[in-house]
């Protein structure tokens, strides 16, 4: 990541932040038959683990000051 968080950072940041939040509401309405859950909690923390990443990005720029 570049020392200054710029804007793409901050857009795929959003973008992941809404994708958790609606894999987190389908999560919960999805009865539990075939492997319909299976598949939305593996993208789920598919999506939290990028969240991290790139929140973690952030927080290394503002350690950094």
């Known amino acids: 990541m570049?020392?200054?968080?710029?804007m793409k950072e901050e857009v795929l940041r959003r973008l992941a932040e809404k994708a958790l939040k609606e894999l987190d509401e389908a999560?919960?309405?999805?009865?539990d038959v075939d492997n319909g859950?299976?598949?939305?909690?593996?993208g789920k923390e598919r999506v939290r683990l990028m969240l991290?990443?790139?929140r973690r990005g952030e927080d290394d720029v503002r350690d950094s000051f």
């Open 2 to 6: 570049s020392k200054v968080p710029g």
């Open 52 to 54: 991290e990443i790139l």
């Open 37 to 42: 859950k299976a598949y939305l909690f593996r």
């Open 27 to 31: 999560y919960r309405r999805i009865p």
